[in-house]
């Protein structure tokens, strides 16, 4: 009796406690065991260049007696755990972390100060791309199409905006073209998937090494001759809300960005409520899982993914965009440098949801802001490995945290009525 | 299906012509016909930097009529090095410029198999190898080869003079700088740039710090690309948030976001690499205090020239200070703003360079 009971009560209660006693040793012995009681980290906490705003004054903490703080909450849940149980593992794991990451920067600015708001709103921005990247995979995924040109789309989009942004000097007009011409490579991916019922990989690909072609062509012979005249777009003003932008740390982390960061934003809650508080939603998704069902309910399963696929370029469009009229005002050969791929990764760590993506793509532009902040910080670890840093926390998300990503039953099957 | 597959064949050829361009072939194996071809780094031939410059030396001995052919052949990844460099091989090119530092073992094993024909490579240099170091793996050639040219620049130089009036410039006390990848061509920019503002320091008694690198550690601020000019913008705005007014990125194109956002926002100056941005990049010349000159062009040309005339020799070219190999450009726009006293120092720290009562790497200590 005593022996059966004894271990499931190992696996369950005690096992995962020594786990979380464990990582509160290693969070102390690795950031905090170094350190000396007087060293301080300082944490800016007001944006650069403004004066006019509330000005609160930084964050400064006790290195050690902070790291020492952070190693007791980990030991803390450890003993919850074993006491009493905790019923979200993931919560658990989401403090940790947390801890981890938290007591790393205190020990990488011990002595030493950045920039907290910067590298938070940093992490916006640079997550803007990925984000659009991936709710272009939501929408086209959820309707069983794989799309892997995503990169294909952001370069060509990218491009577009930037001439027709210097030709028209309307820089809204060069935002309605990219999301238009997005579209229409959307439109090409569905017809070969849909139509013409072609691997969806091979025509994603053919997609991004066209764009790559096509782009270069068009930069080295057109673009690089008449810098004014065609690659000198300019970009969208930083719009400030009204009152909200003035809240500290939040204020101009969330609401002093460009339009381009703005409509991402919105686009992820407008994506969450159609896709499942909608009818389009529900057939889109019926249309993903079981086609044939969906078919048989009179669900027109070749059109949902047409349209599906179509505003999923569109999406992606406005992505590009973000790259040349969003961010540098001009185009370079291939500067959309991978988003296009780590936003497909970040849709599927989000579990195809647009929170899900969204929070995925926001972690991505964290580890991105994080490591230029340790690269300037000058810690003692390479900065080749500093580098690899979104890329490791990929993997470690994509391998352990999620557990088993479960993708739409259809996706990237073609349907094939009879 | 069928249908499908000619449709894809349509569209990889489209990508294969687009990317196929360059003049009409002439008859390379003429003895009196002389053509050169250049290979490109990953950054592509309009990357505004050394790939660009090396092409305008080739262009320039074309417009010179020095040459019947000049032609180039963009590398997308780093195993098209090898493969671009045969493509010239076989069309009896006569002399193989190479561009960048990572082309290093390929030019050298082209080289060694084709003692006939001429190459010349940037930022190189044989022999390359440390003691350990497999020939052909980690590194090129452990001796000279005499059919090579390998073209140097002492940047730190020039590096050292824009740190320097960075640091007599600034407002806040701190300037930055950041690279695209690791490599000794990049870091010599930044070891320069160091010393300068070491020097400054040492001169005025003032405390301008460096943000970026670090040459003693070898610790510093990269981007790990020479492409993605959103990572220029990104790291120029965390250069800013932590209180920098002047950036010197070291990244080709990467450097145009930094240009980017400073022109957005006023609130930092760039400093150039490579060619001098206020003709390469005119839309930022608002905020182009100066750039770090290297003129690649200058060195192929020169390389272009001594083939032709029949006076080819392997070994190192090293361009300096001294002989305009490398400099500092004009402050143009700035030129109001930089104090006469300041302008009048840097002269004078120019001909200190040039005659060798001051070196970068006494300053560094090292």
Redo the contacts between chains.
């Keep these: 009796m005593a022996m059966t009971s004894a271990r499931p009560f190992i696996k369950s209660r005690l096992l995962p406690g020594l786990l979380l006693f464990l990582a509160g040793a290693v969070i102390y012995l690795l950031f905090g065991s170094g350190v000396d009681w007087s060293q301080q980290a300082t944490f ?1 906490l007001n944006p ?2 403004r004066t006019e705003a509330l000005v609160i004054p930084d964050l400064t903490l006790p290195v050690k007696a902070s790291v020492v703080v952070l190693s007791l909450v980990a030991v803390f849940l450890g003993a919850w755990q074993m006491a009493r149980g905790i019923r979200s593992s993931g919560l658990a794991v989401g403090l940790v972390a947390f801890a981890f990451v938290a007591a790393f920067l205190l020990w990488a600015t011990k002595d030493n100060s ?2 907290l ?3 938070l709103s ?1 992490s916006l ?2 997550a803007t ?1 990925i984000a659009l990247a991936a709710l272009c995979g939501v929408i086209s995924e959820r309707a069983a199409v794989v799309n892997i040109g995503i990169e294909g789309i952001l370069l060509i989009s990218a491009q577009t905006a930037v001439i027709v942004g210097t030709k028209s000097g309307n820089l809204y007009v060069a935002l309605i073209a990219a999301i238009l011409v997005g579209g229409l490579v959307g439109a090409f991916h569905a017809l ?1 998937a849909v139509k ?3 691997d969806q990989i ?1 025509s994603g690909v ?1 997609i991004n ?2 764009a ?3 782009t ?2 068009v ?3 057109f673009l ?1 001759k008449d ?2 005249g065609l690659n ?1 777009s300019g ?1 969208f003003p930083t719009i400030s809300v009204p009152l909200l932008s003035k809240i500290p740390v939040l204020g101009p982390v969330l609401f002093e960005n460009n339009i381009i960061v703005f409509l991402m934003m919105i686009l992820v809650v407008v994506l969450h409520v159609v896709l499942f508080y909608t009818p389009w939603g529900l057939r889109t998704r019926a249309v993903g899982e079981h086609p044939k069902a969906a078919d048989t309910l009179g669900v027109n399963v070749f059109l949902t993914r047409y349209v599906n696929v179509i505003l999923g370029g569109m999406i992606a469009g406005l992505g590009g965009a973000y ?1 040349t009229i969003g ?4 185009f ?6 991978g ?1 296009g791929f780590i936003g497909l990764a970040a849709m599927i760590f989000g579990k195809w949801t647009p929170f899900g993506a969204f929070a995925a793509s926001l972690l991505f532009g964290f580890a ?2 994080l490591q ?2 340790l ?2 910080l ?3 670890i390479p ?2 490995f500093l ?1 690899m840093a979104p890329y490791i926390v990929t993997m470690v998300v994509l391998a352990g945290v999620v557990g088993s990503a479960m993708a739409p039953a259809a996706d990237g099957v073609p349907y094939e009525k009879n | ?1 069928k ?2 597959y000619s ?2 064949a349509v ?2 050829a ?3 012509l ?2 196929a ?1 360059g003049p009409r072939a002439v008859d390379c194996s003429a003895d009196d016909v002389y053509c050169v071809g250049q290979v490109t780094d990953l950054g ?4 505004k930097s050394f790939n660009a410059s090396a092409w305008r030396g080739v262009q320039n001995a074309l417009d010179d009529d020095l040459i019947a052919s000049g032609k180039y052949l ?1 590398s ?1 990844g780093q195993s098209d090095y090898a493969r671009n460099i045969q493509q010239f091989l076989d069309e009896n090119t006569d002399l193989i410029v190479t561009v960048g530092f990572l082309l290093g073992v390929d030019t050298a094993k082209a080289a060694t198999a084709n003692p006939n024909t001429y190459f010349a490579i940037v930022d190189y240099s044989y022999p390359d190898c440390w003691p350990g170091a497999v020939v052909g793996t980690d590194c090129g050639s452990d001796v000279e080869i005499p059919n090579v040219r390998g073209l140097t620049f002492q940047t730190d130089q020039a590096a050292f003079l824009a740190g320097y009036l960075a640091a007599g410039m600034t407002q806040t006390g701190k300037v930055g700088t ?1 690279g695209g990848i ?1 490599i000794p061509p990049v870091t010599i920019f930044m070891d320069g740039f160091q010393a300068g503002v070491m020097y400054y320091n040492q001169q005025h008694g003032a405390n301008v710090q460096l ?2 690198w ?1 040459a003693a ?1 070898g ?4 981007t ?2 020479f ?9 120029a ?7 920098v007014d002047i950036i010197m990125p070291v990244a080709g ?1 990467v450097g ?2 930094s240009a ?2 400073c022109q ?2 006023g ?1 930092c100056l760039i400093i150039g690499v490579d060619a001098d941005w206020y003709d390469t ?3 930022y010349r608002s905020v182009l205090l100066t750039s770090v000159l290297k003129k690649i062009d200058v060195a192929v040309y020169d390389t272009i020239q001594d083939m032709v005339n029949g006076q080819f020799t392997g070994g190192t070219a090293v361009y300096t200070i001294a002989d305009g190999g490398v400099d500092i450009a004009p402050y143009h726009d700035f030129d109001n703003q930089v104090p006469a006293s300041l302008k009048a120092e840097i002269e004078q720290l120019r001909q200190q360079l040039i005659d060798g009562t001051l070196t970068v790497n006494g300053v560094l200590g090292r």
Excluded: H, W
């Design positions: 800016g650069t260049g950045f920039s708001v910067g590298m940093s921005v640079r791309p070969m013409f019922k072609v091979v053919a090494i066209f790559v072609g096509a270069s062509f930069s080295s012979r690089e810098i004014n000198n970009t790259f961010a540098v005002g001009r370079d050969e291939v500067m959309t440098a988003k991105d802001s230029v902040k690269q300037i000058g810690i003692p900065s080749e580098l | 299906m249908k499908l449709i894809m569209l990889l489209a990508v294969l687009l990317s361009c592509g031939i309009d990357d963009e997308q950041y690791q943000v970026g670090d550690t610790q510093g601020l990269f790990g690309n492409e993605s000019t959103d990572d220029g913008r990104a790291f705005e965390s250069l800013m948030q932590e209180g194109p145009l976001g980017a956002v957005e926002t609130g990049a005119p839309e």
